[in-house]
């Protein structure tokens, strides 16, 4: 333990950015924070990096992450310690009873929305190979130590969906909701080979976790378990559709906005502007949007907005695309109109 403790710190020092960031963290206000939730290949990563860039900000990437030390730590305070990998990659934390101000899980979302957390992984984005492949060694730590003294920070997660109450009654973030159309969402993971929502099971991440959750989800407990048999793409796409429930049931004051990732890519930063302008914040322009995000594929780096919107169409089965269609009149969803 001792040993790991000081590789640890010593691993901090070789990157005195983190220092820096941590030293920073102490004048931010979590309350201003740009907050970006979505599930996963929704357009969070290009949501928060064109806000960043027009906030002249640092983004946080992910720090719901099952492999960030300090993520394990505040999890391994709570019932949720057993789990394994497989189970906390696709777990979504939910808001606790426990509102000490000491909960771990609390202390540890500050520090994500005040860009304290050490280590790369939160970091990924501004480090991305372009970056390393355009610019010397000295003048990536240059700008990386420059981003890190930046006061304003905004940050991205796939798996806070479940917690957006909380963020909200602990810091008021602004906080801001990506959908896509899950069908669009089952075709890239098919794309790209992913594989990990193979081990998905909709009863251990909505109804067994001994939190609150269970007292939102058990409605469809019968079909949690029906759908728990079936192909792990229609379990990937109930799992989309429950937590875009929970999202749309929650009370107007959660302090959120819901963008539609299909109206970005269709009208660009006027959309943002709409949807920005109750807000004191800044919609980015549409330079700041033509960037592909650091979790753009390369092969779909030059897609035209219709072949990022309905490849889906020539990419699914008309069965794959009727059993999601099921799905989302299960649980009644609809896929964001466009």
Not at 106 to 118: F, M, N, Q, T
Not at 170 to 197: L, N, Q
Request: charged share 30%.
């Amino acid at each position: 333990m001792m040993r790991d403790c000081i590789e640890k710190k010593f691993e901090e020092l070789k990157h005195p950015e983190w220092l820096m960031d941590a030293l920073v963290s102490r004048v931010v206000d979590p309350s201003e924070t740009v907050v970006i939730t979505g599930f996963w290949r929704s357009g969070t990563t290009w949501l928060m990096e064109s806000v960043a860039r027009s906030m002249n900000a640092k983004d946080v990437f992910e720090p719901f992450h099952f492999s960030i030390p300090s993520y394990q730590d505040a999890l391994s305070c709570t019932f949720y310690e057993d789990r394994g990998n497989d189970f906390l990659n696709l777990f979504m934390p939910m808001y606790f009873d426990d509102q000490s101000p000491h909960s771990p899980v609390k202390e540890y979302c500050r520090s994500a929305l005040v860009s304290s957390i050490p280590g790369g992984k939160v970091r990924w984005p501004r480090y991305n190979r372009q970056l390393q492949r355009r610019n010397s060694k000295i003048t990536t730590f240059y700008e990386r130590l420059k981003n890190s003294i930046r006061t304003t920070v905004v940050t991205k997660f796939v798996r806070a969906h479940l917690l957006i109450p909380a963020l909200h009654s602990w810091f008021d973030p602004v906080i801001i909701h990506v959908r896509r159309d899950p069908r669009a969402i089952i075709s890239s993971f098919r794309r790209h080979d992913w594989t990990f929502h193979h081990s998905l099971s909709l009863e251990r991440q909505l109804l067994n976790p001994s939190d609150t959750r269970c007292e939102y989800f058990k409605q469809w407990k019968d079909e949690i378990q029906r759908i728990d048999k079936l192909h792990p793409d229609v379990r990937l796409a109930s799992y989309w559709a429950l937590t875009d429930r929970f999202v749309k049931d929650l009370e107007p004051h959660s302090c959120r906005i819901i963008i539609s990732y299909e109206e970005l890519c269709f009208q660009g930063a006027e959309y943002l502007r709409s949807k920005f302008n109750s807000l004191d914040l800044n919609a980015p322009e549409n330079k700041d949007l033509n960037v592909s995000s650091s979790t753009t594929y390369e092969d779909r780096k030059q897609s035209k907005v219709v072949d990022r919107l309905y490849s889906w169409k020539d990419e699914l089965s008309e069965s794959k695309i009727s059993s999601i269609n099921e799905i989302m009149d299960t649980f009644l969803v609809e896929p964001p109109k466009y």
